[in-house]
């Protein structure tokens, strides 16, 4: 069988907290015999400023090209608030992004029923709820040119951020929401703000004309970004796949993890386009962010750390069944009632990160078993 090339950054924060939980899981997996791993760790953010004075180092971004998978933790923290923008801890994983040309972003939310009252909406709007949000992850206002502040001769500034798509862009982004809506509830709704942005005119008829490129078996909406915020927290349950540029699906997923229980529950998989071998460049992150406020304690939520190892055994390792057990270990501890500090409601047993790790590890290996 042969291993697995594995790139481990853990980052900031709760970053290595988490991953640490990623390794444990990864132990086991090898332990059984399911698959082997050639793992590297590096830097990334705020502690890879530290070592090099780069949020990312040119090692860093090579080992990942060369990586079978990326797993990443999370990067930033106040520590960082006063190095140059260009160097600031977010700016490592924009690059990851960029670089590895990730333009499809997954973040599935899903509401595990054992969470359902830990939601900031009602259990029955939120119980069994299953959507995933496509956000485009490499271009629109993140990465488009101009993007700078200048000087006005009045004495005054003038900042400029260049919202910006190409055809292409939002072609490719639709094509991948219609094919995974296919292999789910076959629905896909498309989220802009055509109303105010020419960038979201072009979305629009962009994603339409896909749809009617050879996608007219998947049913397709449109509703505008605001309406569509409004309505994700009004009735979730209504969306299947929903599709959007880069700085809405960055906002309309964090409204989507407090609907799951805490923002410590959502995975995400960043891919790349399918090369002519079938693979593809692909980072696996949880949504959360470094959480410095409680970093270091050993209190941090690590599942959202261990979906995106299922997601990476699902879509760049070949296991879907395996990515599957693990989801249901996963599920399985949340049923028996263990909860890290920002899930706990009374009555369930608060555990740290480590208790919540191995107990995953416990119930994946109970899993496999059976
Ligand atoms: C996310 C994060 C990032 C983003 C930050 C850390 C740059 O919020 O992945 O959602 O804005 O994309
Ligand atoms: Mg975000």
Request: with cysteine.
């Amino acid at each position: 069988m042969a291993a697995q090339k594995l790139l481990l950054l853990p980052g900031d924060g709760i970053g290595p907290e988490v991953m640490g939980e990623v390794r444990r899981v990864l132990a086991a997996i090898e332990a059984k015999g399911l698959l082997s791993f050639e793992i590297d760790e590096d830097l990334v953010g705020g502690c890879a400023y530290d070592a090099h004075g780069k949020a990312i180092s040119d090692e860093a971004v090579a080992k990942a090209h060369a990586a079978d998978a990326v797993l990443l933790g999370a990067v930033g923290g106040p520590k960082w608030d006063g190095v140059p923008y260009e160097h600031r801890p977010e700016a490592g994983l924009l690059r990851l992004r960029k670089d590895l040309e990730l333009f499809a972003n997954l973040r599935p939310a899903i509401c595990y029923p054992a969470l359902a009252d830990s939601s900031a909406l009602k259990r029955e709007l939120v119980d069994g709820l299953d959507i995933v949000i496509v956000r485009e992850l490499t271009g629109g206002v993140y990465f488009g040119e101009p993007k700078e502040i200048t000087d006005l001769p009045n004495g005054q500034k003038r900042a400029v951020d260049t919202q910006v798509y190409e055809t292409y862009e939002i072609e490719r982004i639709a094509k991948v929401a219609f094919e995974l809506a296919r292999v789910r509830g076959n629905r896909v709704t498309s989220a802009e703000k055509r109303n105010v942005m020419k960038s979201g005119l072009l979305w629009n008829q962009v994603v339409t004309a896909t749809h009617k490129s050879g996608y007219e078996d998947v049913k397709l909406d449109h509703m505008l970004a605001d309406a569509l915020g409004m309505q994700l927290v009004r009735a979730p349950k209504q969306f299947d796949v929903i599709v959007t540029d880069n700085l809405f699906g960055d906002i309309l997923s964090d409204v989507a993890s407090m609907l799951t229980g805490s923002l410590g529950m959502l995975p995400s998989a960043s891919l790349g386009a399918e090369d002519a071998s079938g693979r593809r460049k692909a980072l696996y992150e949880p949504v959360h962010g470094s959480a410095p406020d409680i970093a270091g304690q050993g209190v941090a939520n690590p599942l959202a750390m261990i979906a995106s190892l299922a997601m990476a055994l699902k879509y760049s390792l070949g296991k879907p069944e395996i990515a599957d057990t693990l989801d249901r270990a996963i599920a399985g501890v949340l049923a028996d009632g263990l909860r890290t500090g920002d899930i706990w409601t009374e009555g369930s047993t608060r555990v740290g990160t480590a208790e919540m790790g191995q107990a995953v590890v416990a119930k994946f290996e109970q899993l496999l078993a059976a």
